[in-house]
């Protein structure tokens, strides 16, 4: 799994490519998160188009993902899954706790409507 970051407009993008099996790259992208949270940032959409699979652990990702952003009065999103991976988020029933957009600009409207 690789992933790149960037932030715009408060928000804090992670494009996500591969496989994400959480035990790999989980701590790195936890790692990352909690930084920007340190510095105010408490808005997040990931990007997952490129996610190619994810098990478990991956899913426990996000969980964590989301925990964190929500502990912060923050939020956040996913963006755009594949076929394979909006179906594990259904199986597990994820998107009921979790907004999924589109696209970034679905994502930052969905943000800042619920930071309001």
């Known amino acids: ?3 790149q970051e960037k932030i715009k407009d ?3 993008y992670l494009g996500i490519e591969g496989d994400l099996i959480g035990e790999n790259s989980g701590p790195e992208l936890m790692e990352k998160a909690n930084d920007h949270v340190l510095n105010g940032i408490t808005l997040c959409a ?3 188009s490129q996610v190619r699979y994810i098990n478990s652990s ?3 990702v996000f969980i964590a993902l989301l925990t964190k ?3 912060e009065g923050g ?6 899954p594949s076929d394979k991976v909006k ?3 259904l199986i597990t029933k994820l998107t009921s706790i979790f907004t999924i ?16």
């Open 1 to 3: 799994m690789k992933f």
């Open 10 to 12: 408060g928000i804090l």
């Open 46 to 48: 990931i990007d997952i």
């Open 58 to 60: 991956g899913l426990g």
């Open 69 to 71: 952003f929500r502990n």
């Open 75 to 80: 939020e956040v999103v996913l963006i755009n």
């Open 87 to 89: 179906q594990t988020l």
């Open 101 to 116: 957009v589109a696209d970034e600009t679905e994502a930052a409207d969905n943000l800042k409507q619920a930071q309001a």
